[in-house]
């Protein structure tokens, strides 16, 4: 079974920025989303993939992605996945032998920035760079899913400046 192990971070300040070695810009939608699973749909500049992921809530949860032509894609995400479309832009950083992703939220969830480190295993050790506040791995609303429901724009200020 494939796994994805990672930790989400709130970030505390913009220091991460000078850092970036390169960015992506991405547009996903959901095809499906149930107690069970998500099916996703992404374009990353100019490739396209079909995600399923498990909905387990935490650090670690199945995850399956298999490459799709972009033309397809496009029409999946015009034609059939719910809104909003999530519109973001991943930064890559390398910090401490890890390869933290930094995502920029636009559209409905435009303010919106989290970071994102994936592990091998579930006990692996890590260093967390200074610009990385808050754990949020286990809280829903952060997960991408989740933001289709309530996007970031529709949170209070309590839920944007405390994370939980």
């Known amino acids: 079974m494939a796994l994805e192990i990672e930790h989400k971070f709130l970030l505390v300040s913009d220091e991460w920025r000078s850092l970036v070695n390169r960015s992506e810009v991405f ?6 989303n149930n107690p069970a699973a998500s099916v996703r749909v992404r ?3 100019d490739k396209a993939t ?54 920029e939220f636009a559209g409905e969830n435009a303010g ?26 286990g809280i829903e609303r952060y997960y991408n899913v989740s933001l289709l429901k309530y996007p970031y724009s529709h949170w209070t200020e309590a839920e944007k400046i405390h994370g939980a």
């Open 27 to 32: 547009r996903q939608g959901y095809l499906s």
């Open 112 to 137: 919106l920035i989290v970071a994102e480190v994936e592990l091998d295993t579930v006990d692996e050790a890590f260093q967390k760079p200074a610009w990385a506040g808050q754990d949020v791995s």
């Open 43 to 45: 374009i990353a500049d």
């Open 50 to 103: 079909l995600n399923i992921k498990g909905m387990t809530i935490g650090t670690h949860r199945p995850e399956y992605e298999y490459s799709i032509p972009l033309q397809d894609a496009a029409e999946l995400l015009d034609q059939l996945c719910a809104r909003p479309i999530i519109e973001k832009t991943r930064h890559f950083v390398e910090f401490a032998g890890k390869t933290w992703e930094v995502d």
